[in-house]
């Protein structure tokens, strides 16, 4: 069942005893996790640059839809912008759910994927209700031609405060945040109307608040101060001086792994 939305990555509910599998870190592993499987090792087709482990990290080369891992062996498994990319969500949902027994999956939003798509996504997410909806992206009417990535990911977020607060703030609005305990409650491609109606047709104002309900002034202060102080801690972070090993510094420390 969902549990929270958390803001990020940094905002989990892990607990310092916690075992964390990680699946599909490539070139950005959180750094809390014990353990990363990838799919694609030497492959930059469904990531931004070449894959990185900290060091005190084991990597695996595993697909998320058959991992090599035991019933329940991971306290918490973190899928971050990876989900929309498998050829088999349900598959990749079940074995997620299998070898852990809590976690988070991040993905772009329906809207996301519209602002900057990608070619190696093959489906689009949204949250309805505490529900994770998955539909194929070849389905769905839209322009995905025009990559608008580069205003909304490579320069908002480095020039504008009140951009940096909005996915915070706003957090469905352009991703998929859905932390999970014990189970995860989805549909890939449902055909009830209910759900097909928030991918296939123009949103109306009811749709609209059953995905952003309505706040109240005082609540939208809260929400807007703890985005604020969420930002200022993540800029704290990224000054910590923790730096991820590349492919080949993790090959020469550990070479009896991934031959």
Excluded at 180 to 203: G, Q, R
Excluded at 238 to 257: A, S, V
Aim: hydrophobic share 35%; aromatic share 12%.
């Amino acid at each position: 069942m969902r549990i929270s939305t958390p803001k990020s990555r940094q905002d989990l509910h892990i607990k310092r005893r916690y075992k964390v599998l990680e699946i599909g870190p490539g070139n950005n592993p959180t750094y809390r996790a014990n353990v990363l499987a990838d799919k694609f090792i030497g492959d930059n087709t469904h990531r931004s640059g070449d894959i990185r482990v900290y060091p005190h990290q084991k990597l695996v080369n595993a697909a998320a839809e058959s991992l090599p891992f035991a019933d329940k062996e991971f306290d918490y498994v973190i899928c971050n912008q990876v989900l929309e990319h498998s050829d088999d969500p349900a598959q990749f949902l079940r074995e997620v759910v299998r070898v852990g027994k809590a976690g988070y999956i991040e993905t772009p939003s329906l809207l996301g994927e519209w602002l900057f798509p990608k070619q190696s996504h093959r489906y689009v997410l949204l949250c309805i209700g505490d529900k994770l909806v998955l539909y194929d992206k070849r389905r769905v009417p839209g322009n995905y031609a025009n990559d608008y990535g580069e205003l909304f990911l490579n320069y908002l977020p480095y020039q504008s405060l009140p951009y940096k607060l909005l996915p915070f703030s706003e957090g469905e609005l352009m991703h998929v945040r859905y932390e999970w305990k014990d189970d995860i409650d989805f549909l890939v491609n449902p055909s009830d109307e209910y759900y097909s109606k928030f991918f296939l047709k123009k949103w109306d104002r009811e749709m609209v608040r059953t995905l952003f309900p309505p706040r109240g002034f005082i609540t939208e202060l809260g929400r807007t101060f703890k985005a604020a102080v969420h930002v200022i801690a993540d800029k704290v972070r990224r000054t910590n001086g923790r730096r991820p090993l590349t492919l080949e510094e993790y090959r020469k420390l550990h070479p009896d792994e991934l031959k």
